[in-house]
Nanobody, 123 residues
Framework: VQLQASGGGLVQTGGSLRLSCVASGRTFSSYIMGWFRQAPGKEREFVAAIRWSGGTTYYADSVKGRFTISRDNAKNTVYLQMNRLKPEDTAVYYC?????????????????WGQGTQVTVSS
């Protein structure tokens, strides 16, 4: 299983970015795909997740209403659209896959991880 995250960059406060995570190596229809982030000196924290089958979504309170997670089944890709970005959103963002489909916000519940993509929001 491989997860390839991309789309990070430098953006001003209030700007937008879209992250992509391409999944390969197996069928992900029963999985939950998640996005996490980790800022320097902080623990990895849950951002959003989506059930590959059915599309049910989950969000951290800190991003609800600003971020949208979605997936494209044909492309085996999960997206994180981030709008109204704030300096506190600055972190390395990771995509992850949970084969148990438990919808957990705990990173220990995820089996596979991408390499991370840096998001920096300037004030």
């Amino acid at each position: 299983v491989q997860l390839q995250a991309s789309g990070g960059g430098l953006v001003q406060t209030g700007g937008s970015l879209r992250l992509s995570c391409v999944a390969s190596g197996r069928t992900f229809s029963s999985y939950i795909m998640g996005w996490f982030r980790q800022a320097p000196g902080k623990e990895r924290e849950f951002v959003a997740a989506i059930r590959w089958s059915g599309g049910t979504t989950y969000y951290a309170d800190s991003v609800k209403g600003r971020f949208t997670i979605s997936r494209d089944n044909a492309k085996n890709t999960v997206y994180l659209q981030m709008n109204r970005l704030k300096p506190e959103d600055t972190a390395v963002y990771y995509c992850a896959a949970d084969r148990t489909s438990a919808a957990s916000a705990d990173p220990r519940g995820y089996d596979y991880w991408g390499q991370g993509t840096q998001v920096t929001v300037s004030s």
